[in-house]
């Protein structure tokens, strides 16, 4: 019988959803992996057995073989680790299948049962409701994250018997939630604020011509002329993001592990100054402005 997961992961910065199916059969002991892994999710077999033992857990003693759907994308990383690991217990009869159902599964293991926390939670968690995914197990690193998402149960854990003991009814444990309000109340001051610019007359009225009406703008001028001064302040004069806004940028910080603690909700518009020979479409010598 197969037994299924869900779970998800990453292509670019959009997520998409991935089903973990499990299969245990008669014969030889082995452990295989199959559906496009890369050398990370392939290492998932160790971390997996091992968590499972050092849980206290019996690890059935099987041909298992693990597909990892749809087989024609290829898989990275260490997120699938959590999802492997309770599609192999369900299988093994520590729960029923059914308590599972519209439930995904995410986070790395460690070799003594623990879960761990992981990139991108945000994107991927927007695609599982999106898919009709109605509660999200994940490690407590991820969950103020992952409750920014409205409709989505998030279940915090910190160990693979967490979520064996809740499903069986054992532990209760309540959905995450976050005060959304919080960080927008937090939104007050940025770091450089236009009102400390002293001269520069013209450009700063282009500054606000830009601004107000959503302009792009280009700056040339040599170096020490207050490109990049002025830019680094634009943002202090533009509208506050909207929560729609605030997930789309929180979703590219997500993805790079730039959010502090994997617990905030950027609120403010952020500026970035790459130097001008990263990319091809930087101005040499010119400062990178943020488009309202």
């Given amino acids: 019988m197969i037994h299924k997961t869900r779970t998800c ?40 057995r091992a968590a499972i033992k050092n849980s206290g857990l019996q690890f059935p003693q099987k041909r298992i073989t ?14 699938f680790d959590l999802a492997i690991a309770i599609g192999i217990l369900s299988a093994g009869m520590y729960f029923e299948t059914t308590k599972t159902e519209n439930t995904a599964f995410l986070g790395e293991l460690s070799l003594d049962g623990s879960v761990k926390g992981i990139k991108g939670i945000l994107p991927m968690c927007m695609e599982l409701i999106s898919n009709g995914c109605s509660k999200v197990v994940l490690s407590k690193e991820n969950a103020d994250e992952a409750a920014l998402i409205k409709g989505l149960d998030v279940i915090a854990v910190e160990t693979v018997n967490d ?3 809740y499903f069986n009814g054992i532990k209760t444990i309540n959905p995450h939630s976050v005060n959304i309000q919080v960080f927008f109340n937090d939104n ?14 013209v450009v ?24 990049t001064m002025l830019a680094r302040r634009l943002p202090s004069i533009l509208p506050d993001m909207s929560f729609e806004e605030c997930l789309e ?27 001008h020979t990263m ?10 402005i943020p488009h309202p």
């Fill in 204 to 227: 700063k009225r282009v500054l606000e011509i830009a601004a107000a009406g959503g302009h792009n703008l280009i700056m040339i001028g040599p170096p020490g002329s207050g490109k």
């Fill in 66 to 79: 693990v597909n990892l759907a749809p087989a024609d994308i290829k898989k990275e990383g260490s997120i």
């Fill in 279 to 288: 990319s091809s479409a930087s101005l040499i010598g010119g400062g990178r």
């Fill in 9 to 48: 992961a990453l292509y670019g910065i959009k997520g998409y959803v991935v089903d973990v199916e499990v299969d245990l059969s008669n014969g030889l002991p082995g452990f295989d992996i199959v559906g496009l892994p890369d050398a990370a999710v392939r290492e998932s077999r160790e971390r997996v």
């Fill in 249 to 275: 940028v929180t979703k590219i910080y997500s993805i790079s592990g730039l959010l502090k603690d994997r617990s905030s909700l950027i609120t403010r518009r952020p500026f970035r100054s790459p130097h």
């Fill in 188 to 201: 007050d001051k940025y770091d450089y604020d236009f009102s400390e610019v002293k001269g520069q007359e």
């Fill in 163 to 165: 979520i064996i003991e």
